[in-house]
């Protein structure tokens, strides 16, 4: 569940080991603040059959949500396997409002972005339901055979494209 209000920081981690350094944190701090590491379903196949799977939506990074006071940042250091937190001059930097905000209509209660179904007319793209509707005039391409859709965001100073999950619905005469 993505948190409003108070701050949130990018902390980077070891890729591939960033549940285990939430978990670290979580030990360390008792849950404030908040850690969390987005994920989001997609398919992927194996030995010629789909699963559905849960990934890291951005590898290598975790995210901090609450005040980050000087005792906080100083603990933040003897947790093994964080590399470094996001900062400029010295001072941590805060993820904007408006980024959270994209991110807020996107994730469920269990910080996963689920698959959105999507309406395919030819070239046109409608979507239909899930996460991606507050996302429409972002999608550059939809690939039909992984079940994906690549996605143009803003995150933490730059555009990022981001593969998320999707449900292709042809429409009735395309069929």
């Not at 980077?12 to 030990?27: C, I, M, P, Q, S």
């Not at 949500?65 to 933040?76: A, D, P, V």
């Not at 993820?95 to 991110?103: L, Y």
């Not at 996605?151 to 069929?175: K, P, S, Y």
Request: aromatic share 10%.
């Amino acid at each position: 569940m993505i948190y409003k209000g108070s701050a949130w920081y990018a902390l980077f981690v070891k890729t591939g080991e960033e549940n285990l350094v939430k978990e670290r944190l979580d030990y360390r701090f008792g849950g404030d603040p908040v850690i969390m590491i987005p994920k989001k379903i997609i398919k992927e196949r194996k030995n010629g059959k789909w699963y559905q799977r849960v990934r890291n939506l951005f590898p290598g990074y975790i995210f901090l949500h609450g005040t980050l006071t000087n005792e906080n940042y100083r603990n933040l250091w003897q947790v093994p396997g964080l590399y470094k937190l996001l900062c400029t001059d010295r001072e941590p930097v805060r993820i904007p409002d408006s980024e959270i905000e994209v991110f807020s209509h996107l994730f469920d209660r269990e910080d996963i972005i689920q698959e959105s179904d999507i309406l395919m007319e030819g070239e046109e793209v409608t979507i239909v339901s899930g996460p991606l509707t507050a996302l429409q005039g972002k999608i550059l391409k939809v690939d039909k055979r992984k079940g994906r859709a690549r996605v143009m965001i803003n995150f933490l100073g730059e555009e990022r494209i981001i593969d998320l999950g999707v449900n292709i619905i042809q429409a009735a005469n395309n069929q």
